[in-house]
């Protein structure tokens, strides 16, 4: 699978490129168009109106493409996944990956974090191409080896899993949620990438409210 975007950063747009009888996972709800023959098999409990909305688009002989658009206004960025480091992205943020690529939400890693809840984060495993959408425009911080940053995880889109990473509390006095990231903070270690967006969905569905 190649992928190519447009309209970014703002209105972002991932053209998948798949060769013949290459078969992609994606968001359904998430295409505007597909060249003709395209096969799309709905996951179990597929479809649109659904809470599963992964399905399977296969590319006829001939080959074909996929246009997909998030929901949110934003950026859409393709990571490449060697098969050696895996990532941990926000849930629900892939768009699509190539059928090589598994979704582990629950990651041994994230025992450390979590404990035995579900968080916000799952854990991208395997090798080949993932395209996540970022609310808001996408920065892509680099860091050097010790050095410390800490990121309210509304912001954060994903880190490679060999970035050091501890959850603690803004303030223990505070509400805290381990399933929307509410009330912590994420303090991370380099040597290593994150990806944070510029924008949250809480924060927009917030300012779309009061101005109603």
Known sequence: MQVRTRHTPAFGVARLLLAP???VQADYSSMLASSYGVLVTPGRGGGRGSRSRRALFTAPAEGGWVDLAPAMPGD???LQLDGAIGWCVRRGSCLAASA??????QWPGFRGLFGAEVGFLEHLGGEGAAVLASCGTLDVVQLDAGELITVDPGYLLG???KVQCRLRAVNPA???????GEGLLLDFVGPGQLLIQTRTAHAMASW???VR
């Open 159 to 161: 880190y490679g899993h």
């Open 100 to 105: 090589t690529v598994r979704a582990e939400p």
């Open 208 to 210: 779309l409210q009061a």
């Open 21 to 23: 009888g290459e078969a």
């Open 174 to 180: 505070l509400p805290q949620s381990l399933r929307t």
């Open 76 to 78: 859409v960025f393709t």
